[in-house]
């Protein structure tokens, strides 16, 4: 649980020089400094419950959103969704905000267990393979083409 070990990392994404990994055991995103893997810190404990997909968009040089697939059991059903974080790079340190929660009401859509998250960096869209089909999200988690 200490900064710089892992419990069950299930997924990674690369901007810049940071390596970011989603770990389901500890239910966080952890940032490394590459090449040298110096740890940065993590961020998401506080909200992830069953992660299991991670995806980035570049807002600026040291400035991202970061994706991440979910899902909690609730009333004996589960429940799948995305949480959208606000990240931004200090000096040695990493700065993660969560912003919201989509995919599971029916203004956004439901989705069925997530079988992939990645990120339209040019149309500005979120891809959400859920069900056996892509579910289309803005950055903002409202419902796409």
């Known amino acids: 649980t200490d900064k710089g070990q892992f419990m069950r990392p299930v997924d990674t994404v690369i901007a810049d020089d940071l390596l970011f990994v989603l770990e389901q055991g500890n239910r966080r995103i952890q940032v490394f400094h590459l090449p040298d893997m110096e740890s940065f810190g993590f961020f998401g404990e506080i909200r992830l419950t069953k992660p299991s997909?991670?995806?980035?968009?570049?807002?600026?040089?040291?400035?991202?959103?970061?994706?991440?697939?979910?899902?909690?059991?609730?009333a004996g059903e589960t429940q799948n969704h995305i949480l959208r974080f606000s990240v931004s790079r200090g000096v040695n340190t990493i700065h993660g905000t969560y912003l919201k929660t989509f995919g599971y009401t029916p203004d956004s859509g439901y989705l069925d267990k997530i079988s992939s998250l990645e990120i339209d960096q040019t149309g500005k869209r979120v891809l959400v393979g859920s069900g056996g089909t892509i579910r289309a999200f803005t950055l903002d988690g409202e419902s796409a083409r």
């Open 53 to 74: 997909h991670i995806a980035l968009y570049r807002i600026e040089l040291g400035a991202f959103y970061i994706y991440v697939a979910d899902s909690v059991e609730l």
